[in-house]
């Protein structure tokens, strides 16, 4: 594809219940990160793989919050027991290899609101 | 962690002016990398400086970064209403941990 999809673009979910968020990155790149963003803030790590496998998941918030990426191509976040304090823009980003010097390349995002 | 500051947090200029964001860290960055996101949009690489005291053009846009290696700036010159939106310093620990440490970002906007 042209860029990185990600999907749903808007998902709207009650507190306690289970989400996924997917992410499609640019074909051919390795790396893909897990962002999240909210209002008036930066997007902050979540958690970037290199393959199949999870480099760093030192963001992740608490053991809600999983992420796999089972084909080295798309990834999945996964949410349990959703909180009010969930609510954020979810960005995914890829690149071309794992390297300090790889422009990321974020896609559209998805926006979570936990009610 | 590390952290970077970005100052100011808002501007507004008229359409012409200059704009100018610093983004500041208190201990040596790796590299620093900078983004555009556009209101509601997502965040697009614009840049990415590495060494000592580089300077990097783009057209309107000046990117610098510090001698030391803990600063780093962006300059518009005479700024057009396509500039508006939100610019994100970004800085890369390096090594082997390549995760992005963005700040606040500073948002931008132009009075036609």
């Known amino acids: 594809g042209a860029g990185v999809s990600q999907t749903p673009s808007n998902k709207v979910t009650e507190k306690g219940k289970y989400v996924e968020l997917r992410c499609d990155p640019i074909?051919?790149?390795?790396?893909l990160y897990w962002y999240r963003q909210s209002l008036g803030q930066g997007p902050e790590f979540l958690i970037y793989?290199?393959?199949?496998?999870?480099?760093?998941d030192s963001g992740l918030p608490n053991d809600r919050f999983f992420a796999v990426r089972p084909e080295g191509s798309v990834s999945t976040l996964k949410i349990q027991r959703t909180e009010r304090g969930d609510s954020a823009v979810y960005l995914c980003?890829?690149?071309?290899?794992?390297?300090?010097?790889?422009?990321?390349?974020f896609g559209p995002g998805t926006r979570l609101t936990v009610l | 962690g590390q952290q970077v500051m970005q100052i100011p947090q808002y501007q507004h200029v008229q359409e012409g002016e200059d704009f100018t964001t610093y983004c500041n860290s208190s201990?040596?960055?790796?590299?620093i990398q900078w983004y555009k996101q556009r209101p509601g949009g997502h965040p697009v690489f614009l840049i990415q400086?590495?060494?000592?005291?580089e300077v990097k053009k783009q057209k309107r846009l000046t990117f610098q970064f510090g001698e030391a290696k803990k600063n780093s700036s962006l300059h518009i010159t005479a700024t057009q209403t396509t500039d508006v939106g939100t610019y994100f310093c970004?800085?890369?620990?390096?090594?082997?941990?390549?995760?992005?440490?963005f700040g606040k970002g500073t948002l931008l906007t132009v009075n036609p």
């Open positions: 980003a890829s690149s071309l290899q794992l390297g300090a010097n790889n422009e990321q390349f």
């Open positions: 074909s051919g790149h390795t790396a």
């Open positions: 793989f290199q393959g199949t496998g999870a480099a760093d």
């Open positions: 201990t040596t960055l790796s590299n």
């Open positions: 400086l590495v060494k000592s005291g």
């Open positions: 970004a800085e890369n620990s390096g090594g082997s941990n390549y995760k992005l440490t």
